[in-house]
Structures are given as C-alpha cells and as structure tokens.
C-alpha cells in the first residue's frame, strides 16, 4: 500500500514538473555548450530500424563522489534528435551500491528513496527505463522492458555498459553484461537481432555551461554482434568499438 502511493504521488509530480524539465535540458540547455559531433551520417538508419546504441559514461570534474547524474546522455539524445527527428530511450541506474555497514541506510534507500526515483522515472513515459544494481531480484523487467520499447514502440535504446565513468574514456574500467543479457534473450525467443551503435563522449564532465567547454560526441558504424557471440567477446567488441572512435577523434 505504501510503495502503491509513493509510485501515483511520483507519477503525478513527474508528468507536472519531470517531463518539462526534462525537455528544457534536452534542448535550450545543452545549447549552451559547444558541441562538436562526428559520424552523424551513422544515424540515419535508427529511422528505419532501433538500434541499441552504447557508449561511455563520463563521471564529473567537480563534487568528489560522482552522484551518478551526468549530463552526458542529454547531449546524446539532443544529437540524435536533431539529426533524425527520432527519440531515444535511455537506461540508466538509479540505485548504488549497499554500505555493509549502514543497514538503517539501506533500507530507506531500498523502501523510500528507490520507489520513488523509480516512479519519477516511470512517469515520464518511454524516454527513461530504471535500472537496479541487483539483477535477479530487482531487475527482472529490465530485458522486457528494453525489448518493449525495440519491438512494439519502435524506439532506440541508449545504455552506457561503463556503470563506473570517467572525465574521458577508460577502456580498463569494467563493462556490464546488460547488453549480452539483451542480445542471449532475443535470441532464446527468435526475435529479430538488433543493430548496434557505438558513441564516445568527451567533455561531459560538468553541468556548468562555460563558454570554452568543448564537448565531442562521436557516433560509429552501426554492426551486429556474431553469431554465438560470448559474454567476453561482446565486452572485448564494445571496448574496442569505442576505443577506435576516441582514436579517429584525437588524431
């Protein structure tokens, strides 16, 4: 009864105040940076086809512990739109680890805090799906929910594997296996293989607009995972997918 509320309080404010400020961010405030993208010609084809589109996660220059709230995936998102007309559906992580030693604290995150980011996000309809940390307990809509939104509303995804992120890309920090927990499931259920597109961001290390940040968005070539791929071989093909575009980009 409790989570039942919480979730019809954070739908209504999110419809009343979420999507606006969502929109604002999306639009007049990344206008505010200077942005300089490559390989919009790869885009095209999410108009005919979603796609799932990856990239890496840049972590902030200020605040010490990184929040997890970066304005990275606005600039994404505001790019594509602009070049396709197309909206995107981003999945991001709304929870944090578990401190060992605060259970107090864990569990008014786990019955408070997360109820309502989640409805907040919920509310906002399909630009936005919510991922938790622990995958076989919290996380069991998660694949559904990204194949919904690929199949039956025609929607790409933008996932960033890299939970962790840096001010630029670093191809050591771990990847999650979320995408090839994507790709295994379609394929169990002979649904159609989705293509893939690689972004490296740079530069989305702050959310103060000042007039010399430059950020550079750079979008890959769309491709399909092989056949049978491995856990390990699709997190070597992302690393390198993304490595190559951050090489073309410095040269």
């Known amino acids: ?106 569990d008014v995150q786990e019955k408070i805090i997360l109820p309502i980011k989640e409805g907040f996000n919920k509310s906002i309809g399909d630009d936005l799906i919510p991922v938790r940390n622990n995958p076989k307990k919290l996380n069991r809509n998660f694949i559904s929910d990204v194949n919904e939104i690929l199949d039956l509303n025609k929607r790409s995804i933008l996932i960033f594997p890299q939970v962790v992120g840096d001010i630029d890309y670093n191809p050591e920090l771990p990847f999650q296996s979320g995408i090839f927990h994507i790709y295994k499931t379609r394929l169990k259920q002979e649904l159609s293989s ?24 750079c979008f890959g070539e769309s491709f399909y995972f092989p056949k049978n791929v491995t856990k390990n071989e699709v997190e070597v093909i992302m690393r390198d997918k993304i490595l190559k575009l951050k090489e073309s980009t410095t040269k």
């Open 1 to 106: 009864m409790f989570s039942e509320k919480i979730e019809n309080v954070s739908n209504f404010v999110g419809k009343k105040t979420l999507a606006p400020i969502l929109g604002y961010l999306r639009t007049d405030y990344v206008e505010k940076f200077n942005v300089k993208t490559y390989g919009i010609e790869n885009l095209k084809e999410i108009i005919d086809k979603p796609h799932i589109i990856f990239s890496n996660h840049n972590s902030l220059v200020e605040g010490g512990d990184d929040s997890g709230t970066r304005p990275d995936h606005l600039f994404i998102f505001n790019q594509i739109y602009k070049t396709t007309g197309e909206k995107i559906t981003i999945v991001g992580q709304i929870d944090y680890e578990k401190n060992p030693k605060n259970k107090i604290l864990n």
């Open 194 to 217: 989705v293509p893939l597109i690689p972004v490296y961001v740079h530069g989305c290390d702050s959310w103060k607009p000042y007039k010399n940040q430059q950020i550079e968005i």
